[in-house]
């Protein structure tokens, strides 16, 4: 099983950053695929940012460079960096991680969610 902790959350003004954590432990070393999701209040969950074991990174449309998700494989540490954040911006972020149990089966973990508030 894979455990995800994250952290980094909070209150931030329009146009400040901020970055958030993930720590992955347990069977870490069958994980291929972590990324992050968001949910904003009334609006569906929708994918941010992914990064395959290989380093490939894949962004959502809406973040146009904003956005920056890295890897950190030696501590096994995932980031979201957020630039420019903007009020849209707003909404609980949720790190997840897949971990390939055999050829086309996956089990998908989830971090608790940590809360992004952009705001004056």
């Known amino acids: 099983q894979v455990q995800l902790v994250e952290s980094g959350g909070g209150l931030v003004q329009p146009g400040g950053s901020l970055r958030l954590s993930c720590a992955a432990s347990?069977?870490?070393?069958?994980?291929?695929?972590m990324g992050w999701y968001r949910q904003a209040p009334g609006k569906q969950r929708e994918s941010v940012a992914s990064?395959?074991?290989?380093?490939?990174?894949y962004y959502a449309d809406f973040l146009k460079g904003r956005f920056t998700i890295s890897r950190d494989n030696a501590k096994n540490l995932l980031y979201l960096q957020m630039n420019s954040l903007k009020p849209e911006d707003t909404a609980a972020y949720y790190c997840y991680a897949d971990r390939r149990l055999r050829l086309n089966i996956t089990q998908r973990y989830w971090g608790q969610g940590t809360q992004v508030t952009v705001s004056s």
């Open positions: 990064i395959v074991s290989g380093g490939s990174t």
């Open positions: 347990g069977s870490v070393s069958s994980i291929n695929v």
